[in-house]
C-alpha cells in the first residue's frame, strides 16, 4: 500500500516532518534525513545576528525525555543565506526563524525571500531562552497577529506558525494566527522550561540551568492541544512533542494533525524512525481497510461508536541501543602527571560505565561549569583515563580537580576504530592526538596484533606523557614505538610527516589508525595512499550535544555527524570529504577555517 498525502498543495511521501532544532544545521545533513524517511524537514531556526547558544550540557536525558537548552545557536541571517544559495534543495524544507523582537520576523522573512524553500515556520515559543527574550511571543495573541500578519505582507511562502502549549489561552492565540493569515500551525515546542538537578553533586545539569522538555513524556500534552485547537481552527496543523513510534503518530494524526513532527526520537531511535513510523502507518491503513492516512485525521473528533483497529506491533531497531548510553558522575581517582606544561591524564572510577571501543569519546562535565567530549586513552576492570592539556577553562579546570571530587561522564559515544579485520597496524598521531591510540595499542595487543606506534610533537613536553600512560599496559614491550619532535628534543628531529615515509617501509602495516591536527591527518593520508595502505582517522568537530541531535558537528559533504557517524572515518571517505583539511564550524554553526 502507498499513501502520498498533501500538505498546503505540496505532494509528500509521508505525513512525517524534522522538528525545528534538531540536526538542521546544514542542506546536506537535511537531505540525508529526508533520503531516511522524512516527509518534510526543518532547520534549525535563524536568528538575526550570529548567536552561539549557551554553553554545554545543552542537550540531558532524563530518563522519560529529554531537556534541552541548546539556545538557539545560529550563524545569523546573512552567513544563513550566502551558504544557502550553495545548496541545491530538492526535497520539501521547512526555514525556522526567531526574533528577539516582533520587527525582526518580517526582516527575516523578507531576506530569505530570495531562496528555493518550501514553508516558512515562525518560532515565537521557544522555552529556553525567556531569561534572554523574555515571553515568548506566542504567550500573547495580539503579538501573534502583528508577527503573523507583518510576514505574510513580506513573503511568498506558506507560513507556519510554532505556537507553545505553555500560554493560558492557546486557544485564542490560534484563532489569531489564522485570521492573520497563517497558512498552518505547528503545535507544539518543547514544554517548560524545566530543570534536572544531578543528586551527585547538587546541581542542575544544564549548564543554562533550565530547558525545554521534550519526547514521549510530553505526548499527552501534544494530543490534548492539538484535539482542542483543531476544533477552532480550519488550517492544517502539525503535531509536534513525543512522537516516537507508530501508535504515538496515529494518536496525535487521530487528534487532528495532519503531519506529525518527530524530534527527540532521533536520539532514542536514530533515524530509522521515519521510515519505522511510516511502515507502521501503512500497516495500520491496511489492516483496517483505510482507503488513505487522510481518514485518520481528526478520527477522534468523528467516531460514532466504538470501532476496534488492528495496531502493528512496535518496531526495535538496532539504533535504540543507544539508549544504553549513560551519565555517570563519578570521583577523580588519579592523575598522571608528566609536568605542568605538559599533556596529563585523569582517572575515574569506571563502576556504572558501559565499556568503551578505542576511538569511542566521553562527554566530561563540570558541574556549573561546561561539557567538552575527550577521547578514552585508558581503561582497565578499575578505572577509565582522559589524556588532556590546558588549553582553555575547562581543560585548566579539569586537571585542577583533586581526588575524590566529581565529573560528569556521559557515554560512550561514537564510531571505534576496526581493530579486528587486519594483522599487523601502525598508529600515527600528534600531540594528543595520540590519546585514543594509546587505548587502541592496549586493545590490539590483546588481541594478539603487531602494533607499531609513531608519535611526534613540537618539543619534548609534548610526548613525555606517552611512555608512562604505555607502560601501563601488559606486554607494552611488544609494541615498536617511533618517536619524534620538532625541535629534536627527543626522538627524531622533523614533523611526523617527514619520518612517515621510512616507518612505513620498516614495519610494513596492514591497517593505520591515525589522529592528531586536521593538517597534518590530511598530509599523512597522502603518504598511506601511496604506499596502498587503508586505515581510518579521527577527527574533531566542534560538538555542543553529543548525542547527534543538534547538527554542530556534522559534515557538509554527507550530513554525517562526528558523534554519531564518526569521529572514526575511513581514509577513503575523508579523501572525498571537501570540508576536510579546509574548515569547520564555531558554536554558532558559522564557518571557519582549520587550525
Not at 215 to 237: M, Q, R
Not at 324 to 347: G, Q, W
Not at 532 to 554: D, H, N, Q, T, Y
Amino acid at each position: 500500500m502507498t499513501d502520498y498525502p498533501s500538505f498546503l498543495e505540496v505532494k509528500l511521501k509521508n505525513r512525517s516532518v524534522l522538528a525545528s532544532g534538531i540536526l538542521g544545521v546544514t542542506i546536506s545533513l537535511l537531505r540525508r534525513v529526508y533520503n531516511d524517511g522524512a516527509g518534510i524537514v526543518t532547520t534549525k531556526s535563524v536568528g538575526p545576528e550570529k548567536r552561539n547558544g549557551h554553553s554545554a550540557p545543552v542537550i540531558y536525558d532524563w530518563g522519560c525525555g529529554l531537556i534541552n537548552a541548546v539556545g538557539l545557536s545560529t550563524p545569523g541571517i546573512d552567513e544563513f543565506v550566502s551558504r544557502f544559495g550553495y545548496g541545491v534543495v530538492d526535497f520539501p524544507l521547512i526555514v525556522s526563524i526567531f526574533g528577539k523582537e516582533a520587527d525582526d520576523f518580517p526582516l527575516l522573512a523578507q531576506k530569505l525571500d530570495c531562496l528555493d524553500f518550501t514553508f516558512l515556520e515562525l518560532n515565537i515559543s521557544c522555552p529556553n531562552v525567556m531569561d534572554e527574550f523574555g515571553t515568548p511571543f506566542s504567550f500573547s495573541a495580539e503579538l501573534t497577529s502583528q508577527i503573523t500578519r507583518s510576514v505574510k505582507d513580506r513573503t511568498c511562502k506558506p507560513v507556519i506558525v510554532k505556537l507553545s502549549s505553555n500560554t493560558q489561552d492557546l486557544l485564542s492565540v490560534a484563532r489569531s494566527a489564522e485570521n492573520s493569515g497563517a497558512d498552518a500551525l505547528c503545535i507544539m515546542n518543547t514544554v517548560g522550561p524545566g530543570m534536572v538537578i544531578d543528586i551527585s553533586t547538587g546541581f542542575p545539569v544544564l549548564w543554562n540551568k533550565r530547558g525545554g522538555i521534550s519526547g514521549d513524556a510530553v505526548l499527552p500534552l501534544t494530543v490534548k492541544n492539538v484535539y482542542d485547537v483543531y476544533n477552532e481552527v480550519s488550517i492544517p496543523i502539525i503535531g509536534t512533542g513525543g512522537v516516537s513510534s507508530t501508535g504515538s503518530a496515529l494518536q496525535v494524526m487521530m487528534a487532528g494533525a495532519s503531519l506529525y513532527g518527530i524530534g527527540s526520537a532521533v536520539y532514542t531511535k536514530g533515524l530509522r524512525v521515519f521510515k519505522d513510523i511510516e511502515e507502521g502507518i501503512l500497516e495500520f491503513l491496511h489492516n483496517n481497510h483505510f482507503e488513505s492516512s487522510e481518514e485518520v485525521i481528526g478520527l477522534a473528533h468523528k467516531q460514532k461508536k466504538v470501532s476496534f483497529y488492528r495496531i502493528p506491533k512496535p518496531v526495535i531497531n538496532e539504533d535504540q541501543k543507544r539508549k544504553n548510553i549513560k551519565f555517570v558522575v563519578s570521583p577523580v581517582k588519579e592523575l598522571l602527571k608528566a609536568d605542568e606544561h605538559s599533556i596529563n591524564t585523569l582517572f575515574f572510577e569506571q563502576q556504572g560505565l558501559s565499556k568503551p571501543a578505542p576511538g569511542q569519546f566521553f562527554m566530561l562535565w563540570i558541574p556549573g561549569l561546561d561539557q567538552k567530549p575527550y577521547s578514552v586513552s585508558y581503561y582497565d576492570e578499575n578505572r577509565i583515563g582522559f589524556s588532556l592539556m590546558a588549553r582553555g577553562a575547562f581543560s585548566t579546570s579539569l586537571l585542577g580537580l583533586t581526588c575524590g571530587e566529581p565529573v560528569g561522564l556521559h557515554g560512550p559515544l561514537g564510531k571505534s576504530f576496526e581493530l579486528q579485520q587486519y594483522d599487523n597496524y601502525l598508529l600515527v598521531g600528534g600531540g594528543i592526538g595520540v590519546a585514543p591510540l594509546i587505548f587502541s595499542a592496549s586493545e590490539l595487543v590483546k588481541l594478539g596484533k603487531g602494533v607499531n606506534i609513531l608519535a611526534g610533537g613540537r618539543t619534548w613536553a609534548s610526548i613525555n606523557w606517552i611512555i608512562p600512560l604505555l607502560e601501563k599496559i601488559a606486554k607494552y614491550s611488544q609494541i615498536k614505538t617511533f618517536f619524534c619532535t620538532e625541535d629534536g628534543s627527543f626522538g627524531e628531529q622533523g614533523l611526523i610527516t617527514d619520518h612517515l615515509q621510512g616507518v612505513i617501509e620498516r614495519v610494513c602495516p596492514d591497517f593505520a589508525l591515525v589522529c592528531g591536527p586536521e593538517i597534518f591527518i590530511k598530509k599523512a593520508l597522502t603518504l598511506f595512499k601511496r604506499n596502498s595502505v587503508p586505515g581510518e582517522a579521527s577527527i574533531e568537530r566542534m560538538m555542543k550535544c553529543g548525542l547527534g541531535l543538534c547538527g554542530s558537528c556534522s559534515l557538509d559533504t554527507t550530513g554525517d555527524r562526528v558523534c554519531v557517524e564518526g569521529p572514526v572515518f575511513h581514509f577513503d571517505y575523508l579523501e572525498k570529504c571537501k570540508e576536510f583539511g579546509n574548515y569547520k564550524r564555531d558554536e554558532s554553526g558559522a564557518l571557519r577555517g582549520i587550525d
